[in-house]
Protein backbone atom coordinates (compact mmCIF):
# COMPACT_ATOMS: atom_id res chain seq x y z
CA UNK A 1 0.00 0.00 0.00
CA UNK A 2 1.02 3.39 -0.68
CA UNK A 3 -0.21 6.87 0.59
CA UNK A 4 -0.34 10.07 -1.18
CA UNK A 5 0.29 13.54 0.14
CA UNK A 6 -0.85 16.71 -2.60
CA UNK A 7 0.71 19.86 -2.27
CA UNK A 8 1.24 23.35 -3.82
CA UNK A 9 -2.07 24.06 -4.80
CA UNK A 10 -3.21 27.83 -4.71
CA UNK A 11 -4.89 30.61 -6.56
CA UNK A 12 -2.62 32.07 -9.32
CA UNK A 13 -3.76 34.64 -12.12
CA UNK A 14 -4.42 33.74 -15.71
CA UNK A 15 -0.98 32.70 -17.67
CA UNK A 16 1.08 31.79 -14.27
CA UNK A 17 2.10 28.95 -13.11
CA UNK A 18 2.35 26.33 -10.31
CA UNK A 19 3.94 23.38 -9.48
CA UNK A 20 2.26 20.54 -7.55
CA UNK A 21 3.75 18.15 -5.61
CA UNK A 22 2.92 14.35 -4.82
CA UNK A 23 4.72 13.11 -2.00
CA UNK A 24 4.05 9.21 -1.49
CA UNK A 25 5.07 7.10 1.76
CA UNK A 26 5.06 2.84 2.05
CA UNK A 27 5.47 0.65 -0.33
CA UNK A 28 8.52 1.36 -2.98
CA UNK A 29 7.34 4.35 -4.98
CA UNK A 30 9.42 3.15 -8.03
CA UNK A 31 7.06 0.15 -8.74
CA UNK A 32 3.91 2.55 -9.05
CA UNK A 33 2.99 4.01 -12.32
CA UNK A 34 1.21 7.75 -11.34
CA UNK A 35 -1.12 10.23 -12.94
CA UNK A 36 -2.88 13.82 -12.37
CA UNK A 37 -6.38 13.73 -12.36
CA UNK A 38 -8.64 16.91 -11.15
CA UNK A 39 -12.38 17.48 -10.51
CA UNK A 40 -14.26 19.83 -10.20
CA UNK A 41 -17.87 19.66 -8.23
CA UNK A 42 -20.83 17.91 -9.78
CA UNK A 43 -18.32 16.50 -12.25
CA UNK A 44 -16.14 13.57 -13.14
CA UNK A 45 -12.84 13.34 -12.29
CA UNK A 46 -11.06 14.12 -15.14
CA UNK A 47 -7.36 12.47 -16.48
CA UNK A 48 -4.45 15.02 -16.83
CA UNK A 49 -1.61 13.44 -16.67
CA UNK A 50 0.61 9.68 -16.54
CA UNK A 51 3.70 8.50 -15.93
CA UNK A 52 5.39 5.06 -15.98
CA UNK A 53 7.24 3.36 -13.06
CA UNK A 54 10.97 4.58 -14.32
CA UNK A 55 9.88 8.07 -15.16
CA UNK A 56 10.61 7.48 -18.82
CA UNK A 57 7.36 7.17 -20.25
CA UNK A 58 4.75 10.05 -20.13
CA UNK A 59 1.23 10.74 -21.44
CA UNK A 60 -0.86 13.83 -21.31
CA UNK A 61 -4.32 14.75 -21.65
CA UNK A 62 -5.42 16.96 -25.22
CA UNK A 63 -6.99 19.65 -22.81
CA UNK A 64 -3.28 20.64 -21.30
CA UNK A 65 -0.76 19.01 -23.87
CA UNK A 66 1.96 21.74 -23.92
CA UNK A 67 1.27 23.98 -20.88
CA UNK A 68 1.63 20.64 -18.01
CA UNK A 69 4.43 18.74 -17.41
CA UNK A 70 4.34 15.74 -15.31
CA UNK A 71 7.53 14.43 -14.17
CA UNK A 72 9.24 12.55 -10.99
CA UNK A 73 11.97 12.01 -8.88
CA UNK A 74 11.79 8.44 -7.67
CA UNK A 75 14.32 9.25 -4.96
CA UNK A 76 12.71 11.24 -3.55
CA UNK A 77 9.53 9.65 -3.41
CA UNK A 78 7.44 12.26 -5.47
CA UNK A 79 5.63 12.96 -8.48
CA UNK A 80 5.20 16.49 -10.00
CA UNK A 81 2.74 18.34 -12.07
CA UNK A 82 4.07 21.16 -13.74
CA UNK A 83 1.81 23.46 -15.33
CA UNK A 84 2.10 26.78 -16.91
CA UNK A 85 -0.23 29.24 -19.11
CA UNK A 86 -2.86 28.40 -16.71
CA UNK A 87 -6.16 29.34 -17.84
CA UNK A 88 -9.39 29.93 -15.39
CA UNK A 89 -10.62 26.41 -16.58
CA UNK A 90 -8.36 24.84 -14.93
CA UNK A 91 -9.68 25.43 -11.92
CA UNK A 92 -10.26 22.30 -9.86
CA UNK A 93 -9.05 19.92 -6.94
CA UNK A 94 -6.12 18.37 -8.38
CA UNK A 95 -5.37 14.31 -7.12
CA UNK A 96 -2.70 12.69 -7.62
CA UNK A 97 -3.12 8.36 -8.01
CA UNK A 98 -1.00 5.45 -7.78
CA UNK A 99 -1.28 2.12 -9.47
CA UNK A 100 1.52 -0.53 -8.66
CA UNK A 101 3.20 -2.04 -12.22
CA UNK A 102 3.88 -0.79 -15.43
CA UNK A 103 1.45 0.46 -18.16
CA UNK A 104 0.44 -2.34 -20.00
CA UNK A 105 0.18 -1.60 -23.52
CA UNK A 106 -1.41 2.04 -22.82
CA UNK A 107 -1.38 4.44 -20.07
CA UNK A 108 -3.66 4.35 -17.42
CA UNK A 109 -6.12 6.94 -18.26
CA UNK A 110 -9.01 6.37 -16.67
CA UNK A 111 -9.61 6.90 -12.46
CA UNK A 112 -10.85 2.96 -11.82
CA UNK A 113 -7.25 2.06 -13.31
CA UNK A 114 -6.06 3.31 -9.88
CA UNK A 115 -5.82 2.19 -6.47
CA UNK A 116 -4.16 4.80 -4.50
CA UNK A 117 -5.27 8.26 -4.38
CA UNK A 118 -4.21 11.36 -2.40
CA UNK A 119 -6.68 13.53 -1.05
CA UNK A 120 -6.41 16.72 -3.26
CA UNK A 121 -5.54 20.01 -3.42
CA UNK A 122 -7.12 22.69 -5.05
CA UNK A 123 -6.05 25.05 -7.85
CA UNK A 124 -7.74 28.06 -8.67
CA UNK A 125 -6.98 30.33 -11.59
CA UNK A 126 -8.81 33.82 -11.84
CA UNK A 127 -9.24 35.96 -14.69
Known amino acids: QVQLVESGGGLVLAGGSLRLSCAAS????????MGWFRQVPGKERDFVAA????????YHADSVEGRFTIFRDNAKNTVYLQMSSLKPEDTAVYYC????????????????????WGQGTQVTVSS
Open 97 to 116: AARYGSFSGSYYTTALQYDY
Open 26 to 33: GRTFSGYA
Open 51 to 58: ISKSGTST
